[in-house]
Nanobody
Framework: QVQLVESGGGLVQAGGSLRLSCAFS????????MGWFRQAPGKERELVAA????????YYADSVKGRFTISRDNAKNVVYLQMNSLKPEDTAVYYC????????????????WGQGTQVTVSS
């Protein structure tokens, strides 16, 4: 059974930065595509960023392009989301997710979810 544990959320002022981490355990990390989703109150969950199992392919939602960077360390079984130039509209619970295989984009339902970490950006 895969376990995903997020960390790094918190309260930050607009324009600031945060780095989220997601620790993966229970299976072979390098066989899973990884993604970061977020859900704000009253809104649908959306895929923010994703990375292929080898790290060679990434995806970003238009709303975060140029500000967020997803990366992974297959030696440490961790995926990161570096968030810069944060805006109040980035406020949400951020979830790490894993999908066995090469991709997690295109409406693919993840196999596993983390518990979520709150990110709050004040104006």
């Amino acid at each position: 059974q895969v376990q995903l544990v997020e960390s790094g959320g918190g309260l930050v002022q607009a324009g600031g930065s945060l780095r989220l981490s997601c620790a993966f355990s229970g299976r072979t990390f390098s066989r899973y595509a990884m993604g970061w989703f977020r859900q704000a109150p009253g809104k649908e969950r959306e895929l923010v960023a994703a990375i292929s199992w080898g790290g060679g392919s990434t995806y970003y939602a238009d709303s975060v392009k140029g500000r967020f960077t997803i990366s992974r360390d297959n030696a440490k079984n961790v995926v990161y989301l570096q968030m810069n130039s944060l805006k109040p509209e980035d406020t949400a619970v951020y979830y790490c997710a894993a999908k066995l295989g090469a991709t997690i984009v295109g409406g693919v339902e993840p196999d596993y979810w983390g518990q979520g970490t709150q990110v709050t950006v004040s104006s």
